[in-house]
């Protein structure tokens, strides 16, 4: 069996593994729906382990499984990291040692410092606190703007 996989069917696994440890909303085939941050999700059957998850009735569960076949709609509530805007910031300060890899979700600053959504996820030095500054007064400033 080959181990290819369509552009499509990458994309479509990206972007379920982009709402791990996210607040969805997951609403059923029945209608009725959970609120939960997504733990994890098989992606063959593409069931569902939320935690934390809420009913539309109020009940709260610790964590529930919901099998694949059963869900109609799975809804980010979190606003998504602006990845492509952080790499804009970093490349103004590192200009052309910016890599934006959107497929997993990181940047490269001179091959040396990984960042994510997380943060500064891999380096160490002066150029990796640098990096991880300005990704620190980049969250601050969106979450400004989100207020406002």
Known sequence: MSSFQPLASRRFLTELSSLLDKRVKVVMTSGSSYEGKLIAYDQNTLSLILANAKDEKGSVYARIL??????????????????????????????????????????????????????????????AERVKKIFEEFV??????SKA
Request: proline share 4%; net charge negative; aromatic share 2%.
């Open 66 to 127: 919901i099998n694949g076949h059963h869900v109609a709609q799975i809804l980010r509530l979190e606003e998504p990291f602006d990845l492509k805007g952080l790499a804009e910031v970093l490349e103004k300060a590192f200009p052309n040692m910016v890599v934006l890899h959107e497929d997993t979700g990181v940047i490269t600053v001179m091959d040396r410092v990984r960042v994510s959504e997380a943060g500064v996820i891999e380096g160490s030095g002066p150029i």
């Open 140 to 145: 601050t400033s969106k979450q400004a703007q």
